[in-house]
């Protein structure tokens, strides 16, 4: 009979939390000591203040701390049960008669648990700030890319950066595509210089994104100081593509949990595809049980209580590799999945299930032979 003791289960919780807490607050030092290094670098004759490097650092944080966060429960895990075998405590609890599933039980709730609350409450607030990331990357001219796009509930917003300190930006209500060519209604054009002096605004009902031109229907030219004007017709240069907007689209991280499936079902009905969105969502609703899994790992490389084999270190590195090599298979079935040869549910899911199934056929192996 599986049994669960309260005494116990709070025992190692408290071990692990502080082994997650850790190892949590020294991956993401690093993290941002590495992101500001490469700001640095980026904006080397920019004269970027080195305040708004250490700002942007910190608003990547968040987005990066999710893609580190297997690794994280990995490392903690491993951590907890080497110190718990280290000092006998494992010994006396296996001679107790306490099965390792029970005293890995309550770790795969709480590292479950810190999944669910990933990616419901911070996930949301990680997307914000990855989106403010974003835009300061574009203020501050340190992203190769001339435009940026953002999206909400009102539309379609696109910014474009033109010769001169020239800055366009464009909202459209409704954005269809067809073959090549990028339907939109309801155009606002907003012209700036500086993006602190107004040019001119352009309203129009239609318009056409082709290539290097918007083309413009029933459009009304409005500057500062003079009449305003209708025109039939009337063409803008630009740089923007539907492959240009379709990558700036394809920024899932940007986009908060609770928004993606509305923002999923808007990009459908535009007639992109949504499949990066898609899988992203999948991945996120897999992340909790992806995290639990990650302590079987941890649990099938460090619960051997026999530390005189000489082969710990052997089994910390498997520990490590095995992390990696779930790292670069859940790489590969997401390319699989965004190139329709697998369903993106299953290529989102089967890297945590893949490993909660092998860590669980491993345990079961070590723990009855």
Do not use: C
């Not at 318009?207 to 290097?212: F, H, K, R, S």
């Amino acid at each position: 009979m599986f049994r669960i003791y309260p005494t116990l289960s709070r025992y190692v919780t408290r071990h692990f939390l502080g082994a997650f807490t850790g190892t949590l607050l020294v991956i993401a030092g690093l993290i941002v000591l590495f992101d500001l290094i490469e700001l640095l670098r980026r904006a080397a004759g920019t004269g970027t203040p080195a305040g708004e490097l250490v700002v942007m650092a910190l608003l990547k944080l968040p987005n990066m701390i999710h893609t580190t966060l297997p690794f994280v429960v990995l490392v903690a895990a491993m951590i907890t049960f080497w110190r718990m075998a280290r000092s006998s405590e494992l010994v006396v609890m296996r001679s107790s008669g306490v099965s390792a599933w029970q005293f890995l039980a309550p770790i795969v709730l709480v590292t479950a648990l810190i999944g669910v609350i990933e990616i419901t409450v911070m996930n949301p607030v990680g997307a914000r700030l990855y989106a403010r990331f974003q835009a300061m990357e574009q203020d501050f001219k340190l992203s190769d890319d001339a435009g940026a796009l953002n999206f909400s509930g009102g539309g379609m917003w696109l910014r474009e950066s033109g010769p001169g300190e020239r800055t366009a930006i464009l909202r459209a209500g409704l954005v269809r595509q067809e073959d090549f060519t990028l339907k939109m209604g309801r155009i606002s054009v907003f012209e700036l210089k500086d993006e602190n002096h107004f040019i001119r605004r352009i309203e129009a009902d239609r318009a056409t994104l082709g290539d290097g031109v918007l083309k413009l229907q029933d459009a009304w030219v409005m500057v500062p100081g003079l009449p305003s004007r209708k025109l039939d017709a009337m063409e803008l240069p630009t740089t923007l593509t539907i492959g240009r907007i379709q990558e700036k689209y394809a920024q899932p991280e940007s986009v908060p949990f609770w928004e993606l499936p509305d923002f999923i079902a808007f990009f459908e009905s535009a007639g992109f595809s949504a499949h990066r969105h898609t899988i992203y969502w999948h991945s996120l609703l897999a992340s909790p049980l992806l995290l639990a899994s990650m302590v079987l790992v941890a649990a099938v490389f460090t619960i051997n209580p026999n530390l005189r084999s000489g082969k710990l270190l052997f089994r910390v590195l498997g520990g490590v590799m095995a992390g990696f090599g779930l790292y670069f298979y859940s790489k590969v079935t997401y390319a699989l999945g965004l190139s329709d040869t697998l369903p993106l549910a299953l290529a989102a899911w089967s890297p945590a299930a893949v490993t909660a199934l092998l860590g669980t056929a491993f345990l079961f192996h070590l723990e009855d032979g």
